[in-house]
């Protein structure tokens, strides 16, 4: 039987078996597929998936319900696509045992020969699943429940296919659950190499357990050889302070009791071991310390947003003589202290608990950023001879990398010290990477501000290895640093696990910072909790979790904000539903890098990415999900250019740090869509624009395959970028486009935009960089020469990408100050040489921040 004939078989099969619909996803019970959201957020499809062809299967990061989910579609064009397909393989599941499978589905002229989402055994002989499939439907939860059948060494797979398809169908969300306790202790997936039995410290943090209520709870994962009642847990403290403890596993959980312990550092020792046998499952050892915890009165704390409480605000008495306040932090954390004053006086000082004075005169804005511990602290003023108020704030970590490194683009200017302090400082509290040269080091040690290096995780094969090599790293051991970042780790990898016993294992005696990258969101209980708690364990409870969150713009405001509520207000939702409170020890760190040709999250021309970043930093600053949030700030800032560099930092500044709730850009008059020019990637033809041509189809719209992603660096963002208008430079006749903007306000500052290059250059890889002749005229317009330039890409090599790629572009930028409210934008290629097919895209008009 031919593997078609097979699979028309299995559908006629399954097309008598019912179906159930449903409006919302299935249980609480884990997901036996690994990456059943398909998040792929920075590689180009998501892990743990084999697709069949890459021209018949599409990803969509938003394409799923109400563009809040990831999707992958299968489409074809009948008999010639052949058997199209997306598999998950080498499950082990129990036949005879109930499951489920779940999953959204969408279709659109779809037909197809045999099609659906189904589980199937070794071989693909038999299957089970959703089959029953409209041709035009839009997103529909389904489900089937169904025993499983048999199958050779009970190894099964799932897969998403279509057998010579016409149309498109598109899945996400998909989810495969054991729903028997048999099932479910017999299942395994792709993971099951390296989930073993875990003890997961659970809560509270291992250093941070209250004397007043001094409990343990851990969290048991992974299958055993008999019910789980059979087993039982021994706890014992190194020191032998408490009798030891022999404990049930109750719903999962160890609960240890620590009553009658002392203040102080213990090592706790756990086994977890058949009752009856006394055979080991499991042993592991944690250091654990029990403290004072201050009870604080609240009623002092005002909060301004989610991110910022007003701890003291107040005036000042004009007297030299030495004035005392006390204040509660609500955390261990940072913060933010002010003398607002109109002339600061000469002999001003401002201490904190008795220390070194952390304000003079001489500081910069008459600012600092201290990290302090929870409970009351006294600051004290003194030299005061002014109208001076003191503010004291509760801020967040404010994140930078990396500090002292230069655009890629030398147009921009340089990002050094100097620049750093007139339009980043007032609103960070930590540097990671890059270099403090000179005085920058001093500098930023007298502001306050941490410095932590970077580490390179991969290879990530090995725990002992990667453990050695954090040890070694000089974020540990040389002096200018306070620890270290881990860059970076992968949900959907499975070298997280080796990570996570490299940290848990760390010798680290300095208490050094251990701050860890992540990429996507938790779905694996066992191996992701156990991450989640080495990483917010980490240095006596101070490691951070720093979630790498680079949003891409959406079709509009709307949905934009429908995919951040997905891409960041779930993914702190689920942080804190898989390890309790983890939001404390949680960093939201956006992407503010946008330079073309370098790598840029600008996808969308008819987006000002200002506004979109403003959205983001609303959003944390505003949802309650976010109360508490440990960390935010920005990865990227080299390769952000100039404007949204200053612009990133004054996000900062404003929801941060002043702790307001509007959105800053309302202020400045930016928008989500500014709506001065239309299809300024000409992703429709020529749509929108007046064109006077040269000569036959001497200006054609035409479609580049990966020129976007790969020339300009538009980074995850699909095909965005391919679509181009050519311009083929005749011997007599330059050839024009042009549209009409109106809506300009006169004397504000405007930055256009767009890209050029060499159509054969492109399509050839040929490297030869030069100034392509297409200029752009805007009559009337005052410009402002000083800050607009061309870039041009003579790049041979830049980090991993493919060097026949590079050097193509220009990179136009024009800053111009509106005189009228409607201006005429017109392009030409004067200066080519005839015969030269030039392209250009990604034009985009926008409000410039001065």
């Keep these: 039987m031919t593997r078609i004939s097979k699979l028309l078989a299995i559908a006629v099969l399954l097309c008598g078996m019912d179906l159930a619909f449903a409006d919302a996803a299935s249980g609480e019970s884990e997901n036996l597929l690994v990456d059943g959201r398909f998040d792929a957020d920075q590689v180009d499809f998501p892990e743990f998936?084999?697709?069949?062809?890459?021209?018949?299967?599409?990803?969509?990061?938003?394409?799923?319900?109400?563009?809040?989910?990831?999707?992958?579609?299968?489409?074809?064009?009948?008999?010639?696509?052949?058997?199209?397909?997306?598999?998950?393989?080498?499950?082990?599941?129990?036949?005879?045992?109930?499951?489920?499978?779940?999953?959204?589905?969408?279709?659109?002229?779809?037909?197809?020969?045999?099609?659906?989402?189904?589980?199937?055994?070794?071989?693909?002989?038999?299957?089970?699943?959703?089959?029953?499939?409209?041709?035009?439907?839009?997103?529909?939860?389904?489900?089937?429940?169904?025993?499983?059948?048999?199958?050779?060494?009970?190894?099964?797979?799932?897969?998403?296919?279509?057998?010579?398809?016409?149309?498109?169908?598109?899945?996400?969300?998909?989810?495969?659950?054991?729903?028997?306790?048999?099932?479910?202790?017999?299942?395994?997936?792709?993971?099951?190499?390296?989930?073993?039995?875990?003890?997961?410290?659970?809560?509270?943090?291992?250093?941070?357990?209250?004397?007043?209520?001094?409990?343990?709870?851990?969290?048991?994962?992974?299958?055993?050889?008999?019910?789980?009642?059979?087993?039982?847990?021994?706890?014992?403290?190194?020191?032998?302070?408490?009798?030891?403890?022999?404990?049930?596993?109750?719903?999962?959980?160890?609960?240890?009791?620590?009553?009658?312990?002392?203040?102080?550092?213990?090592?706790?020792?756990?086994v977890v071991r058949h009752r009856e046998t006394r055979e080991a499952v499991l042993q592991a050892t944690y250091p654990i310390s029990i403290i004072d915890i201050p009870a604080i009165d609240r009623s002092t704390i005002r909060p301004l947003n989610s991110l910022v409480s007003e701890l003291l605000d107040q005036p000042l008495q004009n007297t030299p003589d030495p004035q005392t306040f006390s204040f509660v932090n609500p955390r261990d954390g940072w913060i933010f202290v002010a003398c607002t004053t109109e002339v600061p006086a000469p002999k001003l000082a401002v201490t904190i608990d008795g220390g070194e004075p952390v304000i003079t005169a001489t500081t910069d804005r008459m600012e600092a950023v201290r990290e302090l511990t929870l409970g009351e602290h006294r600051i004290t003023v003194s030299g005061n001879t002014s109208e001076t108020r003191l503010i004291v704030r509760s801020i967040p970590e404010i994140f930078n990398y990396p500090p002292c490194v230069n655009s890629f683009v030398a147009e921009n200017g340089r990002y050094d010290w100097e620049y750093m302090k007139q339009h980043i400082l007032d609103a960070v509290t930590t540097l990671n990477g890059g270099q403090l040269p000179g005085e920058a080091l001093n500098e930023a040690r007298a502001r306050g501000l941490r410095w932590l290096a970077n580490f390179n995780v991969d290879p990530a094969d090995d725990a002992d290895n990667v453990r050695q090599r954090m040890e070694k790293h000089a974020g540990m051991t040389q002096p200018q640093y306070d620890g270290l970042t881990s860059d970076e780790l992968f949900f959907a990898r499975a070298t997280m696990a080796n990570y996570t016993a490299a940290l848990w294992r760390l010798s680290n005696p300095e208490n050094r910072l251990v701050y860890t990258w992540i990429v996507g969101q938790p779905s694996i209980a066992s191996l992701h909790t156990d991450f989640l708690s080495a990483c917010l364990n980490a240095s006596r409870g101070r490691g951070r979790l720093l979630f790498e969150a680079y949003c891409h713009p959406q079709a509009d405001e709307a949905a934009a904000a429908r995919h951040l509520e997905t891409k960041i207000g779930e993914t702190i939702r689920l942080f804190n539903a898989f390890l309790p409170d983890a939001a404390a020890g949680t960093g939201i760190i956006f992407g503010n890098f946008n330079q073309i040709p370098i790598i840029s999250l600008e996808h969308d021309p008819a987006v000002d990415f200002k506004y979109y970043l403003d959205m983001q930093v609303n959003l944390i600053a505003n949802s309650p999900d976010f109360a508490g949030l440990a960390t935010t700030g920005y990865w990227g800032t080299y390769y952000g250019d100039e404007e949204l560099v200053r612009w990133s930092f004054k996000l900062m500044r404003h929801y941060a740090v002043e702790g307001h709730k509007d959105m800053l850009s309302h202020r400045y008059g930016f928008k989500y869509h500014p709506g001065f020019l239309v299809n300024g990637d000409f992703a429709d033809g020529m749509n929108g624009w007046s064109a006077s041509s040269a000569g036959e189809n001497a200006i054609r719209p035409a479609t580049i395959a990966g020129y976007g992603k790969n020339c300009q660096g538009r980074w995850g963002a699909g095909s965005a970028g391919d679509t181009v208008c050519v311009m083929a430079r005749q011997a007599d006749q330059a050839n024009r486009i042009s549209q009409t903007v109106e809506g300009l306000e006169v004397g504000k500052a405007y930055c256009l935009q767009f890209v050029t290059a060499d159509h054969n250059d492109v399509v050839q890889n040929k490297h030869n960089p030069r100034r392509y002749g297409i200029d752009v005229e805007l009559d009337g317009a005052e410009m402002l020469a000083e800050r607009s330039f061309v870039h041009i890409d003579r790049r041979k090599d830049h980090r991993s990408r493919d060097p026949g790629h590079l050097g193509k572009i220009n990179l136009h930028r024009v800053i111009f100050r509106a005189r009228s409210g409607t201006q005429v934008i017109a392009f030409h290629d004067t200066r080519a040489i005839p015969g030269e097919e030039l392209v250009m895209n990604f034009v985009q008009l926008k409000r410039y921040l001065e």
């Design 49 to 270: 998936w084999s697709r069949s062809s890459a021209a018949n299967v599409v990803y969509d990061r938003v394409g799923g319900p109400e563009g809040r989910r990831a999707s992958i579609g299968l489409r074809g064009d009948g008999p010639a696509a052949g058997t199209v397909s997306v598999r998950q393989l080498d499950l082990t599941l129990v036949p005879g045992e109930p499951y489920k499978l779940s999953g959204y589905i969408r279709t659109k002229g779809f037909q197809s020969r045999a099609a659906g989402l189904i589980v199937h055994n070794a071989g693909w002989l038999s299957a089970s699943g959703i089959t029953k499939l409209p041709a035009d439907s839009d997103w529909t939860f389904l489900e089937k429940t169904f025993t499983l059948f048999p199958s050779q060494n009970n190894r099964y797979g799932v897969a998403m296919y279509a057998v010579e398809p016409s149309g498109e169908i598109h899945f996400a969300d998909i989810k495969l659950e054991a729903l028997s306790e048999r099932a479910r202790q017999g299942s395994r997936s792709q993971w099951s190499s390296i989930a073993g039995p875990k003890l997961v410290p659970y809560a509270p943090r291992l250093s941070r357990i209250p004397h007043a209520d001094a409990q343990l709870t851990f969290k048991f994962f992974g299958s055993l050889a008999a019910p789980r009642e059979a087993y039982e847990c021994v706890v014992g403290i190194g020191s032998n302070r408490i009798p030891q403890q022999t404990l049930p596993i109750e719903d999962g959980k160890i609960h240890v009791r620590l009553a009658g312990l002392p203040c102080g550092d213990y090592s706790l020792e756990a």
